[in-house]
């Protein structure tokens, strides 16, 4: 039985096993029975925790050190990270845009996470000079520190730099390199033993949060998958189309009927990476890209660029805020994007791997952790949608840095 498989019948099971509780409340079943969720619950969500500072870090120095393949293609990284930033800015935009103007979440009240949100603090003024100086304090600091505390900004701005030394540094840190490659595949490996156990962590969480809070929260979660689902085919069918029209000169139906089999097989698995074979193949055969620009483009967009994820986990951040009564400010929505575009470059492109970057992007902004428990039922759903949005924006990007790195051909 596929993980999949299993992760869907532990939802289903979940929400029977909290209905049923629900029917015999101050009774010893109940309390035996929420305290053994509770501590199933736990168990899923500090491994969670405890994967992800290091995962951050590997991921995002991998990620980073790996534009050392492209020594002898200097312009075609950098037109690559230009469109990797500006994808992933406008899905980011239009993911917290949407989420406003329906105002998901708002209304319910969730008992579930009152003691940890009782900690938190909103400031009532935040100006962008307070915003900017709070954020260099906060992030510029030992990074020893840092993974002490759990603080994922700093963590990942100390990793940025790193990554930048071994690209400058090129074969002079060819072992520390592979050494952060080899790290960065025990992680991997330990999120593949982790997500073994989704089955019964989500089955914990789900049977938790039906036995404890009040079924209008599953009606907020429909319209909040609604939104999040029509907002990521929004940017999958216009945005994206739009800018490889403008600036790959490439007609999108084309584009489209060259890239179908990438997007089905990616709508299938939910895992860009497990695409990846696929998408090459059709950008070099279909959509007529260079080899060396695709070999190039694709297996780094892979990893850097992923829209669907970073406008998922941004809507999903509002959302929850609104869910827990929070007013983000500006600036917290500020700390918001950011995140979620850096936790979008260290999300591994396996399923429902967005489960561990999305604590970073709550996190940021002080929501608990714990929270995810209400993403979970529309996670699997939603990763197959944003993992269609994740490959296709790889593959446009390949085509538009392809068009802008050609050689003018010279009149014979």
Request: glycine share 8%; hydrophobic share 55%.
């Amino acid at each position: 039985m596929s993980l999949n498989t299993q992760i869907l019948i532990a939802a289903v099971l979940g929400v029977l096993f909290g209905f049923l509780l629900t029917l015999f409340p101050q009774s010893t079943f109940f309390d035996v029975g929420l305290y053994g969720i509770g501590i199933a619950s736990s168990l899923f969500i500090g491994l969670l925790k405890m994967i992800l500072i290091p995962l951050i870090f590997t991921s995002i120095v991998v990620g980073v050190s790996n534009l050392q393949a492209g020594g002898q293609l200097s312009r075609t990284w950098k037109i690559t990270l230009l469109c990797c930033v500006t994808t992933t800015s406008l899905a980011l935009i239009l993911g917290l845009t949407c989420a406003h103007l329906f105002n998901v979440g708002r209304g319910v009240d969730v008992v579930m996470f009152q003691d940890a949100m009782a900690q938190h603090q909103t400031p009532d003024t935040l100006t962008p000079s307070s915003f900017f100086t709070n954020f260099i304090q906060n992030t510029l600091i030992n990074p020893f520190k840092a993974f002490a505390d759990g603080n994922v900004l700093a963590v990942v701005i100390f990793a940025l730099f790193i990554g930048v030394a071994l690209v400058a540094g090129g074969d002079s840190f060819r072992t520390v390199r592979k050494l952060s490659h080899q790290f960065f595949d025990i992680m991997m490996l330990m999120i593949g033993w982790i997500m073994k156990l989704a089955p019964i962590g989500i089955f914990a969480l789900l049977a938790k949060l039906i036995a404890t809070e009040d079924i209008s929260v599953l009606s907020r979660l429909a319209e909040f998958a609604a939104v999040v689902t029509g907002t990521t085919i929004f940017h999958g069918i216009v945005v994206l189309p739009l800018l490889l029209w403008i600036f790959g000169k490439m007609n999108p139906l084309t584009f489209f009927k060259g890239t179908r089999s990438a997007l089905i097989t990616a709508f299938a698995t939910s895992s860009s990476s497990a695409t990846m074979p696929i998408s090459l193949k059709c950008a070099q055969e279909n959509l007529g890209v260079r080899p060396q620009t695709a070999g190039f483009v694709i297996p780094l967009g892979t990893q850097l660029n992923m829209d669907g994820t970073a406008l998922y986990e941004a809507a999903a951040a509002l959302f929850i805020a609104n869910l827990m009564g929070l007013d983000l400010t500006l600036g917290q929505q500020l700390v918001v994007c950011a995140t979620a575009m850096i936790a979008s470059l260290g999300a591994p492109g396996i399923p429902s791997a967005g489960m561990v970057t999305m604590i970073m992007v709550l996190q940021s902004v002080g929501l608990p952790a714990e929270a995810i428990a209400i993403l979970l039922p529309i996670d699997r759903l939603l990763d197959t949608v944003r993992t269609v949005v994740n490959v296709q924006g790889d593959m446009m990007i390949s085509v538009v840095v392809d068009r802008h790195t050609r050689e003018p051909e010279v009149p014979v």
